[in-house]
């Protein structure tokens, strides 16, 4: 059972757009929801991350919405740039328990 | 400024050799990972070690063992590799709740 839910799998946006990115949980046990974002060769690394006692978490052009009632969070970009363009991770966990990765996005950012 | 260093980079074996990927950070943290990445699979849990002389299972333990052999180093084993074990691995390691930090990968190829 896939314990976190992540859509699409893939992402075309215009430069300048907004892009947005869905995951979806299960264990209404997790308590921290933190997205990932990597570039080719690389790996992952932390973006932002959000705790289930806000609903809003932003830095810079990157929001977390969090919506505890529908067990779903997402990621928007905006303003995005092709700098951009990499896959993005959504992953959750409960206490100090392992992250539970989502399958991933890949975004990419057209001029 | 190290971070976690994985080696090797990339290796290419045949069906049924062994080999062990090594890990090292160097930030003092007491908990290590490691991941598998495939595509359209995202990053799946192998094995974690929550504190020096602790090791776990997480989601695809099977062909694997791990080794937690002091606070900064967790290495991998693969005992009789097969094709299955196609992959790229991510080592991570991290202080409780705080961010992952993830190394730059293994390419392993198994033919």
């Known amino acids: 059972q896939q314990q976190v839910k992540q859509s699409p799998q893939s992402l075309i946006v215009q430069k300048g757009g907004i892009s947005i990115i869905n995951c979806a949980y299960e264990n209404t046990a997790f308590d921290y929801f933190p997205w990932y974002q990597q570039f080719p060769g690389k790996g992952p690394a932390l973006l932002i991350a959000?705790?289930?006692?806000?609903s809003e978490k932003k830095e810079g052009r990157f929001t977390i919405s969090f919506n505890k009632s529908a067990k779903q969070f997402s990621l928007h970009i905006m303003d995005s740039q092709p700098g951009d363009s990499a896959t993005y991770f959504c992953a959750a966990s409960r206490g100090n328990t392992p992250l539970v990765f989502g399958k991933g996005t890949r975004l990419s950012v057209i001029a | 400024n190290a971070g976690v260093t994985q080696t090797p980079k990339f290796q290419v074996l045949k069906t049924g050799q062994s080999m062990t990927l090594q890990c090292a950070q160097d930030m003092n943290h007491n908990s290590m990972y490691w991941y598998r990445q495939d595509p359209g699979m995202g990053l799946r849990l192998i094995y974690y070690s929550a504190s020096e002389g602790t090791t776990d299972k997480g989601e695809v333990p099977n062909g694997y063992n791990v080794s937690r052999l002091n606070k900064r180093e967790f290495s991998l084993r693969l005992e009789s590799a097969a094709p299955s074990q196609t992959s790229v691995y991510f080592c991570a390691s991290s202080e409780a709740r705080a961010s992952y930090t993830f190394g730059s990968g293994t390419r392993l190829t198994v033919v």
């Open positions: 959000i705790r289930p006692d806000v």
